[in-house]
Each structure stands twice: as C-alpha cells, then as structure tokens.
C-alpha cells in the first residue's frame, strides 16, 4: 500500500506559502508507518519545532491499474475520506532551501491522520464538489473545496500513473486549501466532510 500526496495543489495555500503554481501535479510519498487511524492521538515529534496540520481530501484506489487515462480515472475509485498530512515546517524549509526532497518533514511515523472512508454514491455529489473544514478546538480553521485544486483528482491520478502502478488500498493525499497553521500540546483537531465528523484526535 502507498500513500501519495500532492503538493501546492490549491492556489491561496500556495500563495500563503509563497510557493509558485506548478506546472504538473506535485507528488511525493509517504511509508505505510505514517499512517495514524482510529482518532489515537499525535505526539508531536523531538526533531521539529513547528508541525503545521495540512487538511485533505483522500482518496482510496480500488483496482490494479498503470499508464490510466483521465477519462478512465473515475474506474479506480469509489470512496473518499479526510486526513492530515502533518509537516514539520521548520524543516521543510531548511530542505527546501537545501534542495533536498521532502521525505524527512513529511514522511515521519504518524504524520498521515486518515480517517474512515465513504462512498461517493452516498454523499451523492461529484468529486470535484465537496466541501471540508478542520475545526481547531471548536474554531474552523481550515475549509476547502474540491472544485478549487488547480489538479483534479483524475488529473492525479492519470499523472501518478504515468510512472508507477497503482495498487488496490493506495492512497492518495490531494492537498490542502489555505489556513494551515502549528499544533501545540492540548490542541483538538475535528475533521468534516460536508456534514460528516471523519476525524476527532488530540495532540500530546
């Protein structure tokens, strides 16, 4: 199983980050131990002084699939979910600077909060027309909505395709809309999608 994530894919995020609009979906990955299920808390790691939480619609791949087609995209998925790509910011930005890859600010044990799934059919409404919000103890921080992704998730997924197989369970993390922000000790994270609670954890 894989988890994929995309970066810089809404355009008022990306201007909070100062980070220019890509030209192509901006991918990079995550190990199976990133993962953080269950709503168990997140323990903010020694190494980084700063871990921002990044909301995010996920997608769960249900087919064997390479070298996908847009059009044929909407084949491999039927469920969506919510998660938390955490980064640790500080460090990031030293990689960034650095020209490093970004696997050590993002890929850290539990920094994937991944929520349960729910079928597209029951939320009735298409992929690119769902609204969520991060509430961050009980103040809404964070509200996203697919329709903004400067790629849509057929758009990610024909990319990633491109250069690796995609398996049933894959995972893919399609970024975060503006109003990221750092976590402390003692903070509660909520997750909704439309009128759904997908996640509710606290921060030690």
């Given at each position: 199983?894989?988890?994929?994530?995309?970066?810089?894919?809404?355009?008022?995020?990306?201007?909070?980050?100062?980070?220019?609009?890509?030209?192509?979906?901006?991918?990079?990955?995550?190990?199976?131990?990133?993962?953080?299920?269950?709503?168990?808390?997140?323990?903010?790691?020694?190494?980084?002084?700063?871990?921002?939480?990044?909301?995010?619609?996920?997608?769960?791949?249900?087919?064997?699939?390479?070298?996908?087609?847009?059009?044929?995209?909407?084949?491999?998925?039927?469920?969506?979910?919510?998660?938390?790509?955490?980064?640790a910011?500080?460090?990031?930005?030293?990689?960034?600077?650095?020209?490093?890859?970004?696997?050590?600010?993002?890929?850290?044990?539990?920094?994937?909060v991944?929520?349960?799934?729910?079928?597209?059919?029951?939320?009735?409404?298409?992929?690119?027309?769902?609204?969520?919000?991060?509430?961050?103890?009980?103040?809404?921080?964070?509200?996203?909505?697919?329709?903004?992704?400067?790629?849509?998730?057929?758009?990610?997924?024909?990319?990633?395709?491109?250069?690796?197989?995609?398996?049933?369970?894959?995972?893919?993390?399609?970024?975060?809309?503006?109003?990221?922000?750092?976590?402390?000790?003692?903070?509660?994270?909520?997750?909704?999608?439309e009128?759904?609670?997908?996640f509710n954890?606290?921060?030690?």
């Amino acid at each position: 199983m894989k988890i994929i994530g995309v970066g810089w894919n809404y355009p008022k995020h990306n201007d909070e980050l100062q980070a220019a609009r890509p030209e192509h979906p901006v991918i990079f990955s995550k190990p199976d131990s990133a993962l953080l299920r269950d709503n168990r808390p997140f323990y903010i790691p020694d190494f980084t002084r700063c871990v921002d939480y990044e909301t995010e619609l996920v997608v769960r791949i249900n087919r064997l699939g390479r070298g996908i087609a847009r059009k044929f995209a909407p084949r491999y998925y039927a469920e969506v979910g919510l998660g938390i790509d955490f980064t640790a910011r500080d460090l990031q930005e030293r990689l960034r600077s650095e020209g490093g890859p970004w696997e050590l600010c993002k890929a850290f044990d539990n920094s994937a909060v991944i929520s349960g799934f729910v079928p597209l059919a029951e939320l009735g409404r298409d992929i690119q027309d769902l609204h969520f919000h991060l509430m961050l103890n009980g103040q809404r921080v964070q509200e996203g909505y697919t329709g903004d992704m400067l790629f849509s998730v057929n758009e990610i997924i024909a990319f990633a395709s491109e250069y690796f197989t995609l398996r049933m369970g894959d995972l893919f993390y399609t970024g975060t809309p503006d109003g990221v922000g750092p976590v402390q000790p003692g903070d509660r994270l909520e997750g909704w999608l439309e009128d759904r609670l997908m996640f509710n954890f606290q921060v030690k």
